[in-house]
C-alpha cells in the first residue's frame, strides 16, 4: 500500500494563489496542486493567509513598540548566555552530565521543538551526534545485558554464556589469589576466553566481583634502625650547591643516630665544608 503525504494548509492556500516557487511546486505531485485549485472556496473559509499574517505583524509591531517587553527579552537573553557559561565552568560538567544521561535525554526531547535542538544541546555542551547515540542508549535499553545495551544494537558485546564463563573464572577457589590479568591471559592462551583486558576489566566491575587481595607479606618495622648509645651508628649525606658566582660547594652533613632516653631535642648534626 502507497504511503499518502500530508500537506499543511498553509501550503495549499499558497498553491491556490500561485505563490509557490518551481522548486517546491516540483516536490509535490501535479494533480494534488490542481485537486487544491479547483476545490471549493469555502473549504479554507477558516483559515485565512492574510489573517495569519497580519496577526503575526502586529505581534511583532507591538513587541517592537512596547520597550518593557525588549528590555525583558535582553534580560533573559543575557541570564541565558550567562547560565550557559556559568554551567559549563563547572569542574567536571560534562562527567555529570553523562551520569544523568536518562534525564538529559527527557529534557532535551521535551524542549526541543521550542527552543531548538541544536540551541539546547548548546546548554548540555554535546553534540547532535552524541545526543543521537544517548537516546539511542536510553530508549532501547536491554535488562538482559549486564552492560544494559541492546545486543542486536550493540551485538559486539559479551553473551549470557561468555559472561557466565568469566564469572565461573573470576570466583574460582584455585584462582582467588590471581590477579585479573593472568586469568585474562591463561584464558587467552587455551582459548576459553579470549578477550582483552579492559574487557575483563570492564566485565569484572560491572558484575561486582570482590576479588580476595593476598596479606602483605612485607615485614613492617615499627622502628627503623636505631643506636643503644652514643657515636654507634651515624648517618652521612652529601648535598651540592651553587653559589651566585657559579662556584660549586660540596655539604657533607654527619647526624649521629643515637636518641638518649630523655632526649629531647635536635639530633647532633656535624656540617663539613
Given at each position: ?29 501535479r ?25 503575526d ?12 517587553a ?20 563547572v ?24 527552543l ?24 532501547t ?18 553473551s ?33 576466553l579470549p ?6 576489566y ?25 643506636a ?5 651508628i ?11 658566582d657559579?662556584?660549586?660547594?660540596y655539604?657533607?652533613?654527619v ?19
Amino acid at each position: 500500500m502507497k504511503n499518502r503525504n500530508a500537506y499543511h494548509t498553509a501550503l495549499k492556500c499558497l498553491a491556490r494563489e500561485n505563490l509557490l516557487t518551481k522548486g517546491v511546486c516540483g516536490l509535490i505531485p501535479r494533480s494534488n496542486i490542481w485537486r487544491w485549485k479547483h476545490e471549493p472556496s469555502d473549504k479554507y473559509k477558516t483559515f485565512d493567509l492574510n489573517l495569519r499574517g497580519t496577526q503575526d505583524y502586529e505581534l511583532i509591531r507591538s513587541f517592537v513598540q512596547n520597550k518593557n517587553a525588549k528590555q525583558i527579552f535582553a534580560a533573559y537573553v543575557r541570564l541565558s548566555k550567562f547560565f550557559v557559561d556559568l554551567v559549563h565552568s563547572v569542574p567536571k560538567f560534562h562527567k555529570h552530565v553523562n551520569k544523568k544521561k536518562l534525564q538529559v535525554v527527557r529534557i532535551i526531547e521535551r524542549v526541543k521543538d521550542s527552543l531548538g535542538l541544536k540551541n539546547v544541546l548548546r546548554v548540555f555542551n554535546i553534540s547532535v551526534p552524541t545526543f543521537r547515540q544517548w537516546k539511542l542508549d536510553t530508549v532501547t535499553p536491554c535488562f538482559e545485558s549486564i552492560v544494559n545495551r541492546c545486543n542486536r544494537i550493540y551485538p559486539t558485546q559479551l553473551s549470557k554464556s561468555e559472561v557466565k564463563t568469566m564469572k565461573e573464572k573470576l570466583t574460582d577457589p584455585l584462582h582467588q589469589y590471581w590477579p585479573i590479568s593472568s586469568i585474562a591471559f591463561h584464558s587467552l592462551r587455551n582459548g576459553s576466553l579470549p578477550l582483552s583486558l579492559n574487557t575483563w576489566y570492564k566485565y569484572a566491575n560491572r558484575m561486582g566481583v570482590n576479588r580476595p587481595k593476598p596479606a602483605d607479606r612485607r615485614k613492617k618495622f615499627l622502628t627503623g634502625i636505631l643506636a643503644n648509645r652514643p657515636n654507634r651508628i651515624w648517618h652521612a649525606d652529601i648535598t651540592r650547591f651553587v653559589t651566585l658566582d657559579n662556584v660549586i660547594h660540596y655539604i657533607y652533613l654527619v647526624v649521629d643516630n643515637f636518641r638518649g632516653k630523655y632526649f629531647r631535642g635536635a639530633l647532633p648534626t656535624k656540617s663539613v665544608l
